[in-house]
């Protein structure tokens, strides 16, 4: 479980460009649940996943990851708790090495550094295992450096590489964004299979007012640095965009402008 307790992060405290960020966000998020973000640019969502990351330390708040304080814990700590994918395919991965190198790399995340042998025979065949499941033929190319492989194939690695060894919590940061349609759909749909199939606590951020609502378990809105709107269940599946976008409007009192999100609909 995560849970945070009135987290709040302000940028620029002070100047003349201070920003609330987060406004005393509460939230907890169950095991095994999928909870998907929306919101207009600057609501925001991507400081929260950074803030639950540790990319930024809260200004006020906890943040609890299944019973652990983690909100002082450094970037590097969490990680190994925590996996993460981002928007740009290349952030993720490290294109002048091969797809196994990059997956040993992952599977060593937040572990002590020792000399050994980086992949024996029983992890290598277990990244081309998992790597099968993408259904993108990369179980076959464990030695192909990885700037040679697509946007597409290079976000699903990074999505493996997130998981490999299974995370308490996974944090998707608009990862299809960069995509064309055509590949952000299958990485989307590779998604759910590999959370479902592993059962893992999920939190992804999206401008896509559909995959809001069709994606995951509960979806949360966010504007100007809080959440609005918490929906999951029958509630949420009786929503449609439009409906969704008139609560927006019934609670905050005024109609979402974003072209980003509107053209979504």
Known sequence: ????????????????????????????VNEGEFVV??????????????????????????????????????EHRRAGWIGRVFQDPLVGTAGSMTIEENLAMAAARGRRRRLRIAVNASLRKRFQDELAKLGLGLEDRLDTRVRYLSGGQRQALALLMAIVQRPLLLLLDEHTAALDPRTAKKILAITEQVVREQGLTTIMVTHNLEHALSVGDRTLMMHEGECVLDVSGRERREHTVDSLLAEFARVRGERLVDDKILATR
Do not use: C
């Open 37 to 74: 973000v929306i919101g207009s640019n600057g609501a925001g969502k991507s400081t929260l996943l950074n803030v639950i990351a540790g990319t930024y330390l809260p200004d006020a708040g906890t943040i609890h990851l299944e019973g652990r304080d983690i909100t002082w814990i450094p």
């Open 1 to 28: 479980m995560l849970r945070l307790q009135r987290v709040r992060k302000i940028f620029n405290p002070g100047a003349s460009n201070e920003r609330l960020a987060l406004k005393d966000v509460d939230l907890t």
